[in-house]
């Protein structure tokens, strides 16, 4: 069932460009009523560099500048802000054993124009293959704003569980 409250899209392109460097491309689409987000697109290019790979343990960093739009409601008024932000992440996998998957994800943010307005993002999953090609994902999320654009809390917790099905 698709949720006309709540929706996120995400794509991700990487290309190999020198040994250890790749370059990568991505796009967002976004929306949350519950935030009262009404479209968050963003278009970003960037660079990502293996710290650590191992069969079991891999790091990576990442740099990238995105175009940002977005678009709140607020009052019962539209508000757009559009933002050139700096994004940086460092994502750590670790492959627990043959049936369980961790990994986590720091993506620190600011507007290039206002080093003040910046955003933390974590992001931690953990996977559980519990069935060949099905898999148990319990996946934790925290994002601080240092501007809120509504008045909502600054930060935000979120939860989910569900089932991936690997085709």
Do not use: W
């Not at 519990?130 to 939860?159: E, G, H, Q």
């Amino acid at each position: 069932m698709l949720s006309k409250e709540k929706g996120f899209a995400y794509f991700k392109y990487q290309k190999n460009i020198v040994p250890g460097l790749k370059l990568e491309v991505f796009a967002q689409r976004e929306f949350n009523a519950f935030t009262r987000l009404l479209e968050r697109n963003l278009l970003g290019v960037g660079l990502r560099h293996p710290v650590l790979e191992h069969e079991c343990l891999s790091m990576f960093m990442g740099i990238s500048l995105m175009s940002e739009h977005e678009g709140y409601s607020i009052d019962d008024d539209r508000k757009n802000y559009d933002r050139l932000r700096n994004s940086n992440y460092i994502s750590i996998n670790s492959k627990i054993s043959e049936t369980v998957l961790v990994n986590y994800t720091n993506y620190f943010q600011f507007n290039v124009s206002d080093f003040s307005d910046f955003r933390y993002l974590g992001d931690g999953q953990l996977r559980f293959l519990i069935f060949p090609r099905i898999t148990l994902v319990l996946n934790a999320k925290i994002k601080y704003d240092a501007y809120p654009i509504t008045k909502l809390k600054a930060y935000d917790f979120n939860f989910i569980q569900g089932i991936s099905f690997d085709l």
